[in-house]
């Protein structure tokens, strides 16, 4: 027998559903110790995989892959309804809704939701729950991204610089709102740092973040972020162009 009792042990586990490894933070459970290891990264924020193309840093090699396919532009999940293909299979999750009509709401205030992952980031919300925490300050946070964000406060390396006037930041979004200087773009989405020549653009793609989606479908309810995808469903799927609906 060539395999260790140890590489033994960890095999059964998986036909087992043996999961001895706990995260002391949130109890989440493991089969293996490598995936607490990996686990844990959410709570310190820690990321130390970086992207050879654009320097992004993430949290495990595994992610690291899954990103590389924005610069490959390989696309591996495939819709069977429609055969529109994407980059990671939660995208494909949640392209199925669209032929599904299924959605998740929030039981305290019936928000809508495109996936169990958003309704569960929203839930903290309501719950106070705050499972990231920075490893200087120990300041707490909701979502591991902000976390990132926050430890930049404490460095002092400034990676980032303007293309015009040579002046240094330590985010790409501070750069990205500084760049509003010289290039007239004054709206920046505090959350991807994605620009916008608006308020009004802003606040319509601000939806995708906090789940806001006040336009309903007359036939069957379903809920969208803005009134062109509404009509849009409604023209598809029930073969009529409603009016539009005035946002509450």
């Known amino acids: ?15 087992t559903g043996d999961k001895p490894y706990s995260c002391s933070i949130c109890a989440k459970t493991f089969s293996r110790s490598t ?4 686990h844990n990264r959410h709570h310190t924020g820690k990321k130390p995989y970086s992207c050879s193309v654009c320097d992004k840093a993430l949290g495990s090699p595994a992610n690291l892959a899954i990103h ?17 293909v994407f980059a990671q299979s939660s995208n494909l999750k949640t392209h199925m809704q669209i032929h599904t009509g299924l959605t998740y709401s929030c039981t305290v205030c019936c928000k809508s ?19 990231y925490s920075c490893t200087v300050c120990c300041k707490r ?21 303007c293309t015009v006037c040579s002046k240094p930041f330590n985010s790409s979004s501070n750069l990205k709102i500084h760049m509003g200087i010289h290039n007239g773009v004054t709206y920046l989405c505090t959350v991807c740092s994605k620009s916008f020549g608006s308020e009004a653009k802003l606040e319509m793609h601000m939806r995708i973040h906090t789940g806001d989606k006040r ?19 409604m023209r598809r799927r029930h073969g009529i162009l409603p009016k539009l609906q005035t946002a509450m």
């Open 1 to 15: 027998m060539t395999s260790s009792g140890g590489e033994l042990k960890k095999t059964l586990s998986i036909h």
């Open 35 to 38: 995936g607490l290891y990996s």
């Open 68 to 84: 590389m396919r924005i610069h490959t532009g390989l696309k591996p999940y495939s819709c069977t309804v429609c055969s529109k």
């Open 113 to 131: 939701f495109s996936s169990s992952y958003s309704l569960k980031i929203h839930m903290r919300i309501h719950t106070g729950e705050k499972p």
């Open 141 to 161: 946070f909701t979502q591991s991204s902000h976390v990132t964000s926050h430890m930049r406060i404490h460095g002092t390396h400034k990676r980032y610089s």
């Open 215 to 233: 336009y309903s479908c007359t036939v069957c309810s379903k809920p969208f972020t803005q009134p062109s995808h509404m009509t849009g469903h």
